[in-house]
C-alpha cells in the first residue's frame, strides 16, 4: 500500500512485476536479454480529475509555467508537451490549440482535497470502461447546484456536470427515471428532448444556465482595454450587447463572449462556464499595469434563466410591465427590468435562433423569478428544457461552440465570424495576423452538414470525404429535429483556395461506425438563415 503521508518518494522495487515487461522487451529488442539493468524505479503515477495533463503558465501567476499530471503518459508526451512549452516560455503564447491540456480548464476550487480523491479515483477507472456518448461521472456530484437545482429535479431534470455545475440536460416525463441509459444509438432520452427542441422552435421554453461565467469590467479604461482584447467594437452605447471573440497573435480565436455595456465605465462580460478561469485569465493578463480596470468574477452573484421561442415576448408581458416590443427592445440590447419582484439585467440575445431574453437574475432572488415564470407559464404551455436541447438547437442555427467548432487554430474569417471583426479598429490583439491573411485567398471554411439519411447519430470527430478523399472531420454533431437528420460542422480546405463552387462541386460522405454515408454541405444554416426570428 502508500503511506498516508507518501509524497514524491519511491516504492519498494518489484522485480516480478519488473520481469514481465522485459521479457517482452526481448522479444522485441534481443539486445535488452545483454543488457544490464542499473536501477528499477517505482513510484505510483500521478493523474488529474479528467485524466489530461496540466500545462501552460499559471492562471494569476506571471511566468510561471506547469507540466504536471501526466496520467501516466508523461514520457510518451514529453517531446510534444517540452516542445509546446519551450514556445510558450520564449514567445509568451503557445503555436497550437491546448486547450485540451491547459492548465486553466480547473476552477481553484478543483483543488479540494475530497474531490480530488473521489473523482480521480473514478477517473482512472474510466480510462478503461465504455467512453459512452455524454457519460457522466458519479463522484464529486451535486458540488455545485443553482438556486433552481431541487425545483428542477422535482420537475423531472436528469443532470450532468460540467465544471463541478448541475446541469439538466434533460427531463423525464412524468412516470419515467429521470436517469441516462447509455448506448452507442439513440439513448432513453432522445425523444424527451426532441419536444424540448421544438417546444422552442414553436412556442416557448425556459432552461438554466447559471453555469455561465459572468465578470464585471470596471474603471475609466475599461472601454480601451477591451477594445485592445476584443476583435469586435465595444466602444458602444450603455445597454448594447456586443458578441466577439478574443484573439491570440495568428488571428485564432482564444474565447468567445458577449460584453454588454452597463454605463461608460462598466462592461458586463459573459463566457461559457468551462471556459471562466481561462478567460478571466486572460482577459487579466492583457490589463495594462497603470490601466485604471477592475476585473471581478460575479458568476456567484447571479442565476440566468433564459425564456426562448416565438412566445417568449408574451410570457414575459405577463411578468413586467416593461415595452418588450422591437421597437422599444431591440436585439442585442440589455437593461435591468422588473420581472415578478426581482430586477435582473435582461440580454435580448439566443444561443438557439429564436426570440428571447436571457435574465441574469441577483443569485437571492433566483426562485421567486423561476416560480413567476413557471407560474405564468401554465397559460402558454411552457416547457422546461435542458441543456442537450440547447446544444440541437444551436447547431440547426449554425451557431458556434468555442473549444469544437472554434479553437484557437481557427479564425474568425475562416469561421463565418468575420462579421464580429472590426478591422478599421486602430489595434486589437491578433489585427496584423488577419490583416496579413486577408492578402491571399481563404483556404479554410466551416460549413454546416446534414446527412441524407436520418437515422445514423454523430458525436465529434467522424471522418469526412470529398470525392472519397479524407478532407476533415466533424466538429461537432448533435440531431436537428427540424430537418430530422444529424447535423455538424467540419472545416473544408482547398490549398488553391476555397470558393462555394468548389465546396458545392464536391461529392460528400462521412465516416460512421466504419460505415459511409452521403451527406449534405449548406453553406449558411438551414433554419432561418437570414436570422429573422431572433429579431421578431
Not at 522487451?25 to 539486445?31: C, S
Not at 448533435?478 to 472545416?491: D, K, Q
Amino acid at each position: 500500500g502508500i503511506p498516508e503521508e507518501f509524497a514524491y518518494t519511491q516504492l519498494h522495487e518489484d522485480w516480478d512485476q519488473c520481469e514481465i515487461f522485459m521479457n517482452n522487451a526481448i522479444k522485441r529488442v534481443p539486445a535488452f536479454e545483454d543488457a544490464e539493468i542499473i536501477s528499477l524505479t517505482t513510484v505510483p503515477e500521478s493523474f488529474t480529475p479528467d485524466t489530461a495533463y496540466m500545462l501552460g503558465e499559471a492562471p494569476g501567476v506571471k511566468n510561471f509555467f506547469v507540466a504536471a499530471g501526466m496520467n501516466s503518459v508523461g514520457i510518451t508526451s514529453a517531446g510534444g508537451a517540452g516542445h509546446a512549452l519551450a514556445q510558450w516560455i520564449v514567445q509568451g503564447y503557445p503555436e497550437e490549440d491546448l486547450s485540451s491540456v491547459d492548465i486553466r480548464r480547473f476552477y481553484p476550487w478543483q483543488a479540494n482535497h475530497r474531490y480530488l480523491y473521489n473523482r480521480t479515483t473514478e477517473a482512472v477507472g474510466n480510462l478503461y470502461d465504455d467512453h459512452w456518448p455524454y457519460k457522466q461521472p458519479k463522484t464529486s456530484r451535486n458540488v455545485r447546484c443553482t438556486p433552481f437545482h431541487d425545483r428542477l429535479a422535482a420537475r423531472g431534470a436528469c443532470f450532468g456536470v460540467v465544471a463541478g455545475w448541475e446541469r439538466a440536460n434533460w427531463f423525464a416525463p412524468e412516470g419515467v427515471k429521470a436517469e441516462y441509459e447509455y448506448a452507442w444509438g439513440r439513448q432513453n432520452w432522445f425523444d424527451y428532448s426532441a419536444a424540448e427542441h421544438m417546444a422552442i422552435r414553436e412556442n416557448v421554453g425556459v432552461y438554466d444556465l447559471s453555469s455561465m461565467a459572468n465578470f464585471l469590467l470596471q474603471g475609466r479604461d475599461a472601454m480601451s482595454a477591451l477594445q485592445k482584447i476584443c476583435a469586435n467594437d465595444v466602444d458602444v452605447p450603455v445597454g448594447k450587447v456586443v458578441y466577439t471573440q478574443m484573439l491570440n497573435e495568428r488571428g485564432g480565436i482564444e474565447a468567445d463572449i458577449t460584453v454588454t455595456r452597463l454605463a461608460p465605465d462598466k462592461y458586463f462580460i459573459v463566457s461559457p462556464g468551462a471556459c471562466g478561469p481561462r478567460d478571466f485569465d486572460r482577459i487579466q493578463r492583457h490589463l495594462a499595469d497603470d490601466a485604471h480596470a477592475i476585473l471581478t468574477d460575479v458568476t456567484s452573484a447571479y442565476t440566468m434563466l433564459a425564456v426562448m421561442g416565438p412566445r417568449s415576448r408574451d410570457l414575459l408581458a405577463n411578468l413586467t410591465d416593461t415595452d418588450l416590443s422591437n421597437e422599444a427592445f431591440p436585439f442585442a440590447t440589455g437593461r435591468e427590468i422588473d420581472v415578478a419582484d426581482a430586477r435582473p439585467l435582461a440580454v435580448r440575445m439566443s444561443f438557439v435562433g429564436e426570440l428571447g431574453w436571457e435574465l441574469y437574475i441577483p443569485t437571492e432572488f433566483s426562485v421567486n423569478v423561476f416560480d413567476a415564470l413557471m407560474e405564468a407559464g401554465e397559460q402558454f404551455n411552457l416547457k422546461l428544457v435542458g441543456l442537450h436541447a440547447l446544444d440541437s438547437l444551436r447547431l440547426e442555427k449554425g451557431y458556434k461552440h468555442w473549444g469544437a467548432d472554434i479553437t484557437p487554430d481557427d479564425t474568425p474569417f475562416e469561421a463565418g465570424l468575420g462579421f464580429c471583426v472590426k478591422m478599421d479598429k486602430k489595434d486589437f490583439i491578433g489585427r496584423a495576423a488577419l490583416a496579413e491573411r486577408l492578402k491571399s485567398k481563404a483556404e479554410r471554411k466551416l460549413v454546416i452538414f446534414t446527412l441524407e439519411d436520418s437515422e445514423p447519430l454523430i458525436c465529434h470527430g467522424e471522418p469526412i470525404y470529398r470525392n472519397g478523399e479524407l478532407i476533415g472531420e466533424n466538429t461537432h454533431g448533435s440531431f436537428s429535429h427540424v430537418l430530422n437528420a444529424a447535423i455538424g460542422m467540419c472545416y473544408l480546405k482547398n490549398p488553391g483556395g476555397i470558393t462555394d463552387e468548389w465546396i458545392t462541386s464536391g461529392a460528400y460522405e462521412i465516416n460512421i461506425e466504419g460505415k459511409m454515408y452521403p451527406i449534405k454541405i449548406h453553406l449558411e444554416p438551414h433554419y432561418d438563415p437570414k436570422s429573422e426570428r431572433v429579431q421578431m
